[in-house]
């Protein structure tokens, strides 16, 4: 059994559905080739697995579609929780109701992250079509005196024309209602090759100019940088770095093990949960290159982040700081929104 001090500390996005009930205009969920939900025994084998790899940084419930769809998701995140890792959620909020946010809670759910495509109503339902801007609101809200300090609640921002005008209101908004951080993606990438430019650009989303960071939001460069000692055994064990592909490992509902988390046409399969081990897994991505994988030739992803050093902490340690004096001082009501109004309880 290989040292885990020599294995990167893993990031596994699982993506335990890949339906939605949104349409969000920067999403190619077209793309997708089929549809379902992640069965119980594959969802036991990935803990089995994250467990035998010994270095889980982040077990993120994420993927092409909506986690709280998942029938099973208060129990999946129990499961993950009870084997020791500090579970997440990336989701768009719409199904974030009271009574899931509390079974989520008392499950052990550490984070979540939720996408915000505007500060308006107009706004929002334009970029996140199918959703409606009051109920997502409410939900978030609730959400936080729901999770009392337990549970934290990060805002990302997509950069779309409508985000981009209005990230820095999205930002002040939620930072002043709790939330630890807001983030930013300061443009919209090939995703692998199968969210074309020309796609992009009829998304309205912004692929060549870049983006001034809002004021509020931190990079999402900098939310994911590695460490010092992850950013060596990355270099020493590829000869092409890659982020994404080094670290990150996503996992699809039908338990395949994806060469990239950017491979929405998940065209590019290593192998199952139930075939292979993390650690093969890690091992066989350092091996891919441009000039041996179709699908690193085709992105247009910068993946390779250098490694923390003293002023990610210090500015980590600002930022939050900020954070915190923004909630406890609280903030101007939503013009939209009337009942955003700060509530009661614990802050995160």
């Known amino acids: 059994m290989a040292n885990t001090a020599e294995r990167i500390s893993a990031i596994l996005d699982v993506e335990v559905t890949n339906k939605c009930n949104a349409h969000c205009i920067m999403c190619p969920r077209e793309k997708t080739p089929a549809q379902g939900l ?52 990336v989701t768009n909020a719409s199904l974030l109701k009271r ?9 052990g759910l550490k984070e979540v992250n939720v996408s915000i495509g505007g500060f308006t109503r107009a706004a929002y339902e334009r970029v996140q079509r199918g959703l409606k801007f009051d109920a997502v609101y409410r939900n978030l809200i609730d959400f936080l005196e729901v999770a009392g300090g337990q549970t934290s609640l990060n805002v990302q921002v997509s950069p779309t024309e409508e985000s981009i005008r209005e990230a820095e209101q999205v930002a002040a908004f939620w930072r002043a209602k709790g939330a630890k951080l807001c983030f930013f993606f300061p443009f919209a990438a090939s995703r692998g090759g199968a969210f074309s430019e020309e796609k ?16 509020g939001c931190i990079s999402v460069n900098e939310l994911f940088r590695p460490s010092r000692h992850d950013w060596r055994i990355m270099h020493r064990r590829a000869a092409f770095v890659c982020y994404p592909k080094d670290r990150v490992t996503f996992i699809s509902w039908q338990g395949n093990y994806q060469v990239c988390c950017n491979d929405y046409e998940k065209k590019h399969v290593l192998g199952n949960v139930f075939e292979m081990s993390l650690e093969e897994v890690y091992l066989r991505k350092a ?22 050093d003293a002023r990610l902490y ?25 009942s955003a109004a700060p509530v009661s309880g614990k802050r995160t």
């Not at 041996?292 to 085709?298: D, F, H, P, R, V």
């Open 287 to 308: 091996r891919l290159t441009p000039q041996n994988s179709t699908l690193c030739a085709a992105c247009n992803v910068k993946g390779d982040l250098a490694p923390r």
């Open 38 to 89: 992640m069965a119980e025994a594959t969802f036991r084998q990935v803990i089995k697995n994250a467990r035998e790899y010994g270095r889980v940084d982040q077990f993120v419930f994420a993927g092409l579609g909506e986690p709280l769809l998942h029938p099973d998701i208060v129990t999946y995140v129990k499961a993950a929780s009870d084997a020791g890792f500090k579970p997440g959620i």
């Open 99 to 107: 009574e899931i946010a509390e079974a989520l809670v008392r499950s």
């Open 200 to 215: 992009a650009r009829s998304a309205h989303c912004q692929t060549q100019t870049p983006v001034r960071l809002p004021k």
């Open 314 to 338: 210090v500015g980590a340690g600002l930022y939050l700081l900020a954070s915190r004096v923004a909630a406890l001082r609280g903030g101007k009501p939503h013009p939209e929104f009337a």
